[in-house]
């Protein structure tokens, strides 16, 4: 539920930011017969986005949990659900993996 809350509030942003003045020029043709698949284009990269977002908060919460109350980050993501901080590790978006840094506690998600 939070992920679609948080997709629909992104798509909000990309369609109220659709204007040809703030692309950059050649990202988008402006004519009406392109505009569906501009529209789709940006609608795939916003959900794309929002999966990351939440994909991220959820496993940064999930680490900084772990570590105010074991006083270490953990090992790997595994962990997390070994000791039931979590359900299971999210999956990434298509093309995507999620990279994590137990010196530091932090995650990210990045293009393979």
Avoid: H, W
Avoid at 42 to 61: N, V
Avoid at 103 to 110: A, E, L, N
Wanted: proline content about 5%.
């Amino acid at each position: 539920m939070k992920k679609q809350v948080l997709l629909l509030s992104l798509l909000g942003v990309v369609i109220a930011g659709c204007d040809n003045k703030s692309e950059p020029a050649g990202s988008s043709s402006g004519s009406v017969l392109s505009a569906p698949a501009d529209y789709v284009g940006a609608a795939a990269k916003a959900q794309q986005t929002a999966a990351k977002t939440a994909d991220t908060l959820a496993l940064s919460s999930a680490i900084q949990l772990f570590g105010g109350e074991q006083g270490r980050y953990p090992t790997d993501l595994n962990e997390l659900v070994a000791k039931k901080y979590l359900r299971e590790i999210p999956q990434p978006p298509r093309g995507m993996e999620i990279q994590y840094d137990a010196k530091t506690g932090t995650v990210k998600v990045v293009a393979e």
